[in-house]
Nanobody
Framework: VQLQASGGGLVQAGGSLRLSCAAS????????MGWFRQAPGKEREFVAA????????NYVESVQGRFTISRDNAKNTVYLQMNSLKPEDTAVYYCAAVQNGSAWRLRNADLYTYWGQGTQVTVSS
């Protein structure tokens, strides 16, 4: 499967952005989808994940209550709605996919098989 992330940009603190990740290929609904981010000089960090059906979600504590992950299996797309953005959210955001039904419960980037190219999110103070 190929992943194409989009929706990044420059926003002021307190603002919102919605990231999208479009998947090509078959059987999108059988993939757990995740969002990760990497800030300059830092390691890649788990942000959120969603189960095949969309019922199960998992968030890193720093974004809980501000970010929402969702998916539309009919459109082969996963979204990350980001509200109340903070300067510390500045990073390149990556979407990822894996055919492992339990992966959404975990936060390990090594579990994911496919990765998008990343989209830059910059939050100014």
């Amino acid at each position: 499967v190929q992943l194409q992330a989009s929706g990044g940009g420059l926003v002021q603190a307190g603002g919102s952005l919605r990231l999208s990740c479009a998947a090509s290929g078959r059987a999108f609904s059988t993939y757990v989808m995740g969002w990760f981010r990497q800030a300059p000089g830092k390691e890649r960090e788990f942000v959120a994940a969603i189960s095949w059906s969309g019922v199960g979600t998992n968030y890193v504590e720093s974004v809980q209550g501000r970010f929402t992950i969702s998916r539309d299996n009919a459109k082969n797309t996963v979204y990350l709605q980001m509200n109340s953005l903070k300067p510390e959210d500045t990073a390149v955001y990556y979407c990822a996919a894996v055919q492992n039904g339990s992966a959404w419960r975990l936060r390990n980037a090594d579990l994911y098989t496919y990765w998008g190219q990343g989209t830059q999110v910059t939050v100014s103070s």
